[in-house]
């Protein structure tokens, strides 16, 4: 008997265990959701015509329109050997008599520039001829 006693004193309290955590569970509210990972709009990409005001207000002066060199004395950019890398660490950091542009523009901006520039083609392109009317 004491067997029987023993087994059904088991079984009782582990009955009353499980009733107990199933009431804690109903009981506690769950834990509130993390709220979503936030993701950081990427800034807007800087156009070609963007990057082409820039140039104007800001190279022009040297390097002439369109980086022919009509300007005052800085070389021309147009049809440049150097990589669109080199083009940024110049505007960058500069070089002869050109300034530094690490505080007035952004690194966005200037990346925009070098490629502007190297976008330049080396000689105007050629005029369409004239078509013949009749």
Known sequence: MSKRLSITAA??????????????????????????????????QITLDDARKMFASNCSWCHGNFGKK???GGPKLAGTAKDEEQVYQTILKGQNAMPSFK???????????????????????????PTEQQ
């Open 70 to 72: 009509a300007g005052k």
């Open 103 to 129: 505080k007035t523009l952004t690194e966005d901006k200037i990346r925009a520039l070098a490629r502007y520039i190297k976008s330049l083609p080396a000689e105007e392109p050629a005029a369409p001829a």
């Open 11 to 44: 079984a009782i309290a582990l009955l009353a265990a499980s009733w107990s955590a199933v009431a804690t569970a109903q009981e506690t509210p769950a834990a509130p959701a993390a709220p979503a990972a936030q993701e950081t709009p990427a800034a807007p």
